[in-house]
């Protein structure tokens, strides 16, 4: 995805989606959380966020220790494995 792709494309779908379920706020007071991919910091994507009034919260770093799916992915994983012994053929 390029930068172009998503300013044009996808933020207007985002901001359609947001006026069609909050028509009372609009884009007003909604926060976002992007990844650190290229097209969510470059900078025409945080000047068009910041002109449709939507507030990016910051992203940390990758890191496997600070994924934001471990968190609920992992102890699901735990309980459904177990007391299971894995075998190598």
């Known amino acids: 995805m390029t930068v172009t792709y998503y300013v044009q ?9 947001i006026n069609e379920q909050r028509p009372k706020f609009s884009t007003s007071r909604t926060l976002l ?23 990016v919260l910051p992203h940390p770093t990758y ?7 471990d968190f609920w992915l992992f102890p ?6 177990a007391g299971r012994i894995f075998y190598r053929i």
């Open 9 to 17: 494309n996808m933020l207007s779908r985002v901001k359609s989606a």
């Open 33 to 55: 959380l992007h990844d650190n991919s290229g097209p969510h910091k470059a900078r025409a994507t945080t000047q068009s966020l910041r002109e449709l009034g939507i507030q």
């Open 76 to 81: 699901i994983l735990n309980d459904r494995l």
């Open 63 to 69: 890191s496997p220790d600070l994924a934001p799916c």
